[in-house]
C-alpha cells in the first residue's frame, strides 16, 4: 500500500546536519510515510549516513547517483521514486518541527485533498536565533479554505521555495513539473506549480526549520559565475507566464519580484565579487530590458528606485550609492594598530605551536611538532608556553614565553600556526599565515557554546585553515558546532599514532619505568570527574596482580601502560580504542543528556551501572570476554577510522610542506596495535 507522504531529502556536502534532519523525519508522530534520501554524489559521506539509517529502518530508502547533478536533478531523480500521496522535499540541513506530518495529513484531509498544501517555516541561526517568516500572518488572515493563487495572490509572494509545501503526486505528474539545473532552481518551479494548481490549501503550523549558515558550502557562500544562474531561471519564468495568456495578469507581479530577488543577491558580497558586480548589474538590465512589461513603470519607493536603475543600466549611480555606505563603516583603531605592528615579512619556515592554553608540551601539536622535526628539518618548529608552565618545555625545544616581546615578534613572523586550543582573540592573523586547529580529543559530551561572546569565539575559529579529525563522527560535530570556512582534515589524531606504533619492548619499558612488570594487569582509571571510585577497592576486586594507573601527562604513555581501561564519557575512550584493549565502562543514566549520543547502546566493551557492578565485572574478568571483544570491533570501526599511525605524517606533508599526495588510510584489519604487556604475558 502506497504511504500517505514522500519526503525526498537530497544530500550534496551536507554530513553536518542531515542526521537531525533525518531525526527530525522519522521521529514523527505520523508514521505513514517514505523517505527518499538521494546521495548526489556526496564527497563527505552524506550516502554513507543515508545507508546507515536504511539499515534499521525500512522507511528510509536511498538512490546514489553516479555523478554529482546538482540539487534539482537530484529531487528529480528522488521524485520518480515517490509512492505517497503527497510529495514533500527537504533539505537536509533542514528539519520538521514534531507533529508536522500528522497536521499536513489533518489538513489535507479536510481540505479534500488539494493540489498544494503551504505551510510556514522558521529560520533558524547558527547562534540560536528564531526569525519567523515576514508574512506569516497571512495564514491566519486568508489561509482559510481552498483557492487558487489568483485570488489569494498574497500566498505568491512568500520566498520562492519548494520545502514549504507538501504536492499531490497526482498533481505533479500529470502536469509533468521538473525541477532545472543550475542555482535558484526554486523559482521556476515556486511559479509554474502555485499558477496552475487549481486548489491550494495552507497550514498555519511551523513546520519546517529552515537553517541560516553562518558560513556554508551553499548557495549563500558561493560567489562566482553560478550566481548568474539567477537570470536563466526567472527567464523560464517569464517564458512560462507569457506561455498562457491566462497567465497575461501576472507579468507585472512576476517582473517585480523577480528585479528585487536579483537586486538581493547584488547586494551580498558573498554572492557577487566586487570585481564582478558590474557584470552583474549590465546583466540584470538585459534581463530587465527582456522581460518588461509594457508599459511598465516603477514606483516612488526605494525598492522602486533600485528597479529603475537596473532598467535604464546606471551602474554609475548604483556603485556611487553602494560607496556612500561603505564610508560610513569606519575600521577598529585597534586594528589598524594591530596591522602596522605586524608588518614584518613572514618567514615561509617558522611554525608556532601551543597545546591546552599554553601550558603543556603535548598532544597533537607535539606529535606534530617532532614528526615535521623528522621529515621537515628546514621548518624551525617555536612553542608558545606560558610563565607558569615553563617547566613543562623539554630540554632543547625552542621556545616563547606568552605575552613576551619574542611572542609578539613570532606571533608576527609565523606563518605557520598549531594548536590543540585557541590562539589568544587578540591575534590579527596576516594573510599568508596558515593555522591547523588540531583538537584534543573525540566530542561526545556536548560543545556549549556560551551565549555571551559567541561572536568573539567564532572570530577565532575563522582563523583555522584547516580543522583536524579522527573519524567522520567527529568531523559532523566540529563541522555543525563550529560554523566557518575551514578544510576537514580526516587524517587520524598524530598523537595516536604511537598507540599503533610502539612495540612490545617499548610497552615493557614504559611500564618498568612505572614499576609494573609482565605479570601485573594495569588498569587505566580515567574518569572525567575528579570524584571517582577508590582505586584500591578497584585493584582489590581486580585481584591480587592488579594496579591502578591516574591520569596524568602524557597520558599517551599510560595507556601504552595500561591492560584494560575504565572510563565513562570521557574521550580518552576513543583514543584507547585504538589499542584493541578491554575497556570497561562506568556511567550512570543521569549523564546520557549531556552527550551527543549514548555511548552504552554502542559501547566498546563491557557496560558497568554502578559500582557494586563495576566490581563485579573487574572480579569476574567479563572485560575480556569475547562478548566484550566483539563490541570493541564493532566501536573501533565507526571511531578508531583514521588511527592507523601515520597521521603526523599525513599532517606535515599537508600542511607544513604543501603536499597533496599524502600516505593513505591502513584499513583497520591491516593495523597492527601496541601489544599489552600483561596479555602476551598470560597468552
Known amino acids: 500500500m502506497a504511504p500517505k507522504f514522500s519526503v525526498v531529502v537530497p544530500c550534496h556536502a551536507s554530513r553536518a546536519w542531515l542526521r537531525p534532519c533525518l531525526d527530525s523525519v522519522l521521529g514523527q508522530s505520523f508514521t505513514d510515510f517514505e ?36 540539487l534539482g536533478p537530484a529531487r528529480n531523480a528522488g521524485l520518480k521514486e515517490c509512492r505517497g500521496e503527497y510529495v514533500l522535499f527537504l533539505d537536509a540541513d533542514d528539519s520538521y518541527t514534531p507533529g508536522s506530518l500528522e497536521a499536513i495529513a489533518a489538513r489535507a484531509e479536510a481540505t479534500n485533498g488539494p493540489d498544494i498544501v503551504m505551510f510556514d517555516y522558521e529560520r533558524i541561526f547558527w547562534d540560536g536565533r528564531v526569525l519567523g517568516s515576514q508574512r506569516h500572518d497571512a495564514f491566519a488572515r486568508e489561509g482559510a479554505g481552498v483557492f487558487t493563487a489568483a485570488e489569494r495572490p498574497i500566498f505568491l509572494t512568500f520566498l520562492e521555495v519548494v520545502w514549504n509545501k507538501a504536492y499531490r503526486r497526482a498533481f505533479l505528474t500529470r502536469h509533468g513539473f521538473a525541477f532545472t539545473s543550475g542555482f535558484y532552481e526554486d523559482a521556476p518551479w515556486t511559479y509554474s506549480t502555485m499558477l496552475t494548481a487549481e486548489r491550494i490549501a495552507t497550514l498555519d503550523r511551523i513546520v519546517v526549520h529552515y537553517r541560516q549558515h553562518r558560513t556554508g558550502r551553499n548557495i549563500h557562500a558561493t560567489s562566482g559565475r553560478r550566481q548568474w544562474d539567477i537570470f536563466d531561471q526567472y527567464d523560464r519564468v517569464h517564458a512560462f507566464i507569457q506561455s498562457d495568456p491566462e497567465l497575461t495578469g501576472w507579468r507585472r507581479f512576476a517582473f517585480d519580484r523577480s528585479l528585487d530577488h536579483i537586486l538581493a543577491v547584488l547586494a551580498k558580497p558573498e554572492r557577487i565579487d566586487t570585481d564582478d558586480r558590474a557584470d552583474f548589474f549590465h546583466a540584470a538590465h538585459e534581463f530587465a530590458r527582456r522581460w518588461k512589461p509594457e508599459g511598465y513603470s516603477t514606483d516612488r519607493t526605494a525598492r522602486g528606485f533600485k528597479r529603475w536603475l537596473l532598467i535604464h543600466d546606471d551602474y554609475a549611480t548604483y556603485s556611487t550609492l553602494k560607496a556612500s555606505a561603505r564610508m560610513l563603516q569606519v575600521p577598529s583603531p585597534r586594528k589598524t594598530v594591530g596591522k602596522l605592528l605586524r608588518r614584518a615579512k613572514l618567514d615561509p619556515n617558522l611554525v608556532a605551536y601551543g597545546s591546552y592554553s599554553f601550558a603543556q608540551y603535548a598532544g597533537n601539536p607535539r606529535a606534530i611538532y617532532e614528526k615535521a622535526a623528522e621529515l621537515a628539518p628546514h621548518l624551525r618548529g617555536v612553542w608558545v608556553v606560558d610563565s607558569e608552565h615553563l617547566a613543562a618545555i623539554p630540554e632543547g625545544v625552542e621556545y616563547v614565553v606568552a605575552g613576551s616581546p619574542a611572542y609578539e615578534k613570532l606571533l608576527g613572523r609565523a606563518t605557520y600556526f598549531v594548536s590543540n586550543t585557541n590562539w589568544p582573540k587578540d591575534l590579527d592573523k596576516r594573510e599568508g599565515q596558515i593555522h591547523l586547529q588540531t ?41 555543525r558546532t563550529y560554523p566557518a570556512y575551514f578544510e576537514e582534515l580526516e587524517y587520524g589524531y598524530p598523537r595516536n599514532d604511537r598507540l599503533l606504533t610502539a612495540t612490545l619492548d617499548e ?12 605479570s601485573h594487569l594495569v588498569i587505566l582509571y580515567a574518569p572525567t570527574s575528579g570524584d571517582g571510585l577508590d582505586p584500591g577497592q578497584l585493584a582489590l576486586a581486580a585481584g591480587p596482580q592488579a594496579r591502578v594507573l591516574l591520569p596524568k601527562a602524557p597520558v599517551e604513555d599510560l595507556m601504552l601502560a595500561a591492560d584494560v581501561l575504565i572510563s565513562d564519557y570521557s574521550s580518552i575512550t576513543f583514543d584507547y580504542a585504538n589499542l584493541d584493549r578491554p575497556i570497561v565502562l562506568h ?48 566501536f573501533r570501526e565507526k571511531f578508531c577510522e583514521f588511527d592507523d599511525g601515520h597521521a603526523a605524517e599525513r ?25 599489552s604487556a600483561y596479555f602476551v604475558h598470560n597468552g
Open 35 to 70: 523517505v527518499i534520501g538521494v546521495d548526489d554524489a556526496d564527497p563527505d559521506g552524506s550516502g554513507r549516513i543515508l545507508d546507515e539509517y536504511a539499515a534499521v529502518d525500512p522507511r528510509v530508502r536511498v538512490l546514489h547517483l553516479d555523478e554529482n547533478v546538482g
Open 439 to 479: 583538537q584534543h580529543g573525540t566530542p561526545l559530551t556536548r560543545v556549549d557554546l556560551p551565549a555571551e561572546g559567541l561572536e568573539e569565539l567564532m572570530r577565532e575559529v575563522d582563523r583555522w585553515d584547516f580543522n583536524l579529525s579522527s573519524n567522520r563522527y567527529s568531523s559532523e560535530i566540529w563541522e
Open 507 to 518: 610497552v615493557r619499558a614504559i611500564r618498568a619505568g612505572l614499576g609494573y612488570d609482565d
Open 587 to 634: 556511567v550512570a543514566d543521569e549523564d546520557r543528556q549531556r552527550t551527543y549520543f549514548d555511548v552504552t547502546e554502542f559501547s566498546p566493551g563491557v557496560v558497568a551501572r554502578s559500582a557494586d557492578e563495576l566490581f563485579g565485572v573487574l572480579r569476574s574478568g567479563s572485560f575480556a570476554a569475547p562478548e566484550a571483544a566483539k563490541h570493541r570491533h564493532l
Open 651 to 675: 599532517v606535515v606533508r599537508r600542511v607544513l610542506l604543501g603536499e597533496t599526495d599524502v600516505p593513505a588510510i591502513v584499513p583497520l584489519a591491516d593495523r597492527t596495535p601496541a601489544p
